[in-house]
């Protein structure tokens, strides 16, 4: 017997007064039965659209799924009429929206037993055995599951997305139609396709979910760039690498600390441009990718557009890949430590020492290193130094070719009375703009 909250329970009374039925349904059950948080309370019923939005005169309604919107605290719950599966000509989505009659039928045309459950506040209706299947952690298709995907291509990704995020195992029949059906997935939009990605690599098990895409051939539609990667050797006479460079991706993301997707993304990808600047000597057989993270770089905007990225993860994305194979060598002076926090964005820091700590154990090195960690502790210093006049992006000879001056005190002076200006913000740190600046000394 699961509880549900009080709002939960005044809201289901609210239909039962008017003799409509109605159930919770979906991933909430789903939430409920883990003993999992739930925060998107969906909900099944008798009622009509027109009827539930008499009910609540603050919802609104969808018609292209049938589903009415309704705020409630500071939730919305989605409340959408029993519906059986339209006809669905084109692999995507059904042609227009069918009404059920009975709640067996609306449970039907859901994806997955897990997903296909609902609950009225007394009683499971389970007609797919979908308690068996979360015991046994099992991701299971409802019906025939060749059909189901061959209705709507989506569902083919969205099974890789509950098994990653539940540590679940695609039940065998299932995960033979996915690899059946696997080139369906061009008929679905980047959108769609990004939306349910984006939760693989945000889950609990993002490489797992990756090795898992690869396995069934939706890679090589998604992201052939790294699918790819799987062929292209690394392991060379002077080399410390052990895995080819998909294994070592996969391996990368394993572990990147960072929690967030773009982070994420970008270490899965950041070697994607070895696949075409690989060459091994043919004498000493010696593998090297020389610049590989310029036609990485490329790559990774490709990547951004193909997912419908907004321009700031993209930006980011770009970046990440862009600047992940900086130097932490010692012996490096600040100077060049802040050209390269000037280059990656003071912002994406944090996520770019996470792709490398990522990259690092990824490629089988050991968790600690005095080196990296002596690197993160200076990038941390030198952004607590002040700003301070050679920083400026002119010097002492810049002042001196402008104003045909020779070496003396005025240079200094100059070059103080800029600065000033700049520190409280009067003027930007622009070569162009302190040029012009200079001249007002002449
Ligand atoms: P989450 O917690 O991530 O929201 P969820 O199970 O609620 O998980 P949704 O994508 O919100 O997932 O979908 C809600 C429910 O609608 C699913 O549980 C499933 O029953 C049904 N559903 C969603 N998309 C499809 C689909 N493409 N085909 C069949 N049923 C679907
Ligand atoms: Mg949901």
Same mark, same amino acid.
């Given at each position: ?19 409509? *039925? ?17 925060? #998107?309370?969906? !909900? ?23 589903? @009415?919107?309704?705020? /409630?605290?500071?939730?919305?719950? =989605? /409340? ?10 084109? !692999?995507?989505?059904?042609?227009? @929206? @069918? ?32 308690? /068996? ?10 019906? #025939? ?6 209705? *709507?291509?989506?569902?083919? $990704? ?9 540590? !679940? ?21 980047? =959108? ?9 690599? =945000? ?68 070697? @994607? ?13 010696? $593998? ?34 862009? !600047? ?6 010692? $012996? ?66 810049? /002042? ?23 520190? #409280?913000?009067?003027?930007?740190? =622009? ?12």
């Amino acid at each position: 017997m699961m509880t549900l909250p009080q709002e939960v329970k005044k809201f289901i009374n609210k239909f039962r007064a008017k003799k409509f *039925d109605i159930y919770v349904v979906g991933g909430a059950v789903r939430n409920l039965l883990l003993k999992k948080s739930v925060t #998107n309370w969906d !909900f099944t019923t008798s009622a009509r659209p027109e009827e539930i939005l008499k009910l609540f005169p603050n919802a609104y309604y969808n018609n292209t799924y049938g589903t @009415v919107s309704i705020p /409630v605290e500071d939730l919305i719950y =989605e /409340v959408t009429p029993y519906r059986r599966e339209g006809e669905y000509k084109d !692999f995507r989505h059904p042609n227009d @929206v @069918v009404w059920a009659k009975t709640i067996e039928e609306d449970l039907r045309r859901r994806d997955f037993t897990i997903n296909a459950m609902a609950y009225d506040a007394k009683t499971i209706v389970d007609p797919h055995n979908g308690q /068996v299947d979360l015991n046994n952690k099992s991701i299971r298709a409802v019906g #025939n599951p060749d059909k189901r995907f061959c209705e *709507d291509a989506l569902r083919l $990704i969205r099974a890789v997305r509950f098994a990653s995020q539940l540590g !679940f195992m695609i039940e065998e029949k299932t995960r033979a139609a996915i690899q059946n059906n696997a080139a369906l997935i061009a008929n679905i939009s980047w =959108e769609r396709i990004r939306d349910e990605f984006l939760k693989i690599i =945000e889950s609990e098990y993002p490489s797992e979910g990756v090795v898992f895409l690869k396995n069934v051939g939706l890679l090589s539609h998604i992201l052939p760039e790294v699918d790819i990667c799987f062929m292209i050797p690394q392991k060379s006479p002077k080399r410390h690498h052990i895995y080819d460079v998909g294994t070592h991706l996969i391996q990368s993301l394993k572990s990147c600390p960072s929690k967030d997707s773009i982070t994420r993304f970008a270490t899965l990808i950041h070697d @994607v441009g070895k696949a075409e600047t690989f060459r091994r000597d043919e004498k000493t057989g010696l $593998i090297t990718f020389y610049n590989h993270e310029v036609a990485g770089t490329k790559l990774a905007k490709i990547i951004a557009d193909r997912f419908r990225l907004s321009n700031k993860q993209k930006e980011k994305l770009v970046r990440l890949v862009q !600047f992940h194979q900086f130097t932490v060598s010692e $012996i490096q002076t600040d100077r060049a430590i802040k050209r390269f926090i000037r280059n990656v964005g003071a912002e994406y820091l944090n996520d770019i020492i996470d792709l490398r700590y990522g990259d690092r154990i990824g490629s089988g090195a050991r968790p600690t290193s005095w080196r990296f960690d002596l690197f993160r502790k200076r990038l941390a210093e030198v952004q607590k130094q002040p700003f301070q006049i050679k920083d400026l992006k002119i010097d002492g000879n810049d /002042v001196i070719k402008m104003l045909e001056l020779k070496p003396g005190p005025k240079i200094g002076e100059v070059l103080k009375k800029i600065f000033d200006e700049v520190e #409280n913000k009067k003027l930007k740190n =622009e070569r162009k703009i302190l040029l012009e600046e200079i001249k007002k000394f002449a």
